[in-house]
């Protein structure tokens, strides 16, 4: 089992900037991949990026390349999401998810159903 616990999140004016944290504890050492995704009211739950546990690669949604990006402390089991230049529309409650299935996450790391452990998210509200 793998626990997830996200923070950072709140309330910030458009053009200003959060970082999220993603705090994991458990069974950590079979996490492929930590993926970033966001749910907006009324609408279906969003991939944002992916880090990959062990080398550190990234994937970051075409919808916010350039603006957010993620990190990790593996000394603290720890992934970040540095999200700059924020956007009313970027408004949404944000995940952070650990996959430890090589063959779902291989094949499409963007997909939800990739992802076994949860956390509860984080509330990101952008001011216009």
């Known amino acids: 089992q793998v626990q997830l616990v996200e923070s950072g999140g709140g309330l910030v004016q458009a053009g200003g900037s959060l970082n999220l944290s993603c705090a994991a504890s458990g069974r950590t050492a079979s996490t492929y991949g930590m993926g970033w995704f966001r749910q907006a009211p009324g609408k279906v739950r969003e991939f944002v990026g992916v880090?990959?546990?062990?080398?550190?690669?990234?994937n970051i949604a075409d919808s916010v390349k350039g603006r957010f990006t993620i990190s990790r402390d593996n000394a603290k089991n720890t992934v970040y999401l540095q999200m700059n230049s924020l956007k009313p529309e970027d408004t949404a409650v944000y995940y952070c998810?650990?996959?430890?299935?090589?063959?779902?996450?291989?094949?499409?790391?963007?997909?939800?159903?990739?992802?076994?452990?949860w956390g509860s998210g984080t509330q990101v509200t952008v001011s216009s």
């Open positions: 880090i990959r546990w062990s080398g550190g690669r990234i």
């Open positions: 998810a650990a996959s430890q299935n090589y063959a779902r996450f291989s094949r499409n790391y963007a997909l939800d159903s990739t992802y076994q452990y």
